[in-house]
């Protein structure tokens, strides 16, 4: 099985910044892609930001250079600096491991996800 764990949400206001991480454990053979997706009320989940193993990037036209997705492959960490936060950046941000597992399994795993709040 495996776990991820998110921290870093909060309240910020507009203009300021959030650091989240996303720690994934357990039975993990290897991790590929790691990424943050988001979910605001009543709206669908979106994708964030993205990064392979070899540390290519793929970010969402709405954050483009004010996120910033990064990885620690020996730690199994993704991190997402959020700078100049707005308040249509409020939501639910969810962390996603995709691999295989060393039992050989696909992996495609979700965190319980994170509030991240930007006051105006």
């Known amino acids: 099985q495996v776990h991820l764990v998110e921290s870093g949400g909060g309240l910020v206001q507009a203009g300021g910044s959030l650091r989240l991480s996303c720690a994934a454990s357990g039975s993990i053979f290897s991790i590929n892609t790691m990424g943050w997706y988001r979910q605001a009320p009543g709206k669908q989940r979106e994708l964030v930001a993205t990064?392979?193993?070899?540390?290519?990037?793929n970010d969402a036209d709405s954050v483009k250079g004010r996120f910033t997705i990064s990885r620690d492959n020996a730690k199994n960490t993704v991190y997402l600096q959020m700078n100049s936060l707005k308040p249509e950046d409020t939501a639910v941000y969810y962390c996603?491991?995709?691999?295989?597992?060393?039992?050989?399994?696909?992996?495609?795993?979700w965190g319980q996800g994170t509030l991240v709040t930007v006051s105006s």
């Open positions: 996603n491991a995709r691999g295989i597992t060393r039992q050989w399994n696909r992996l495609d795993a």
């Open positions: 990064i392979s193993s070899g540390g290519s990037t």
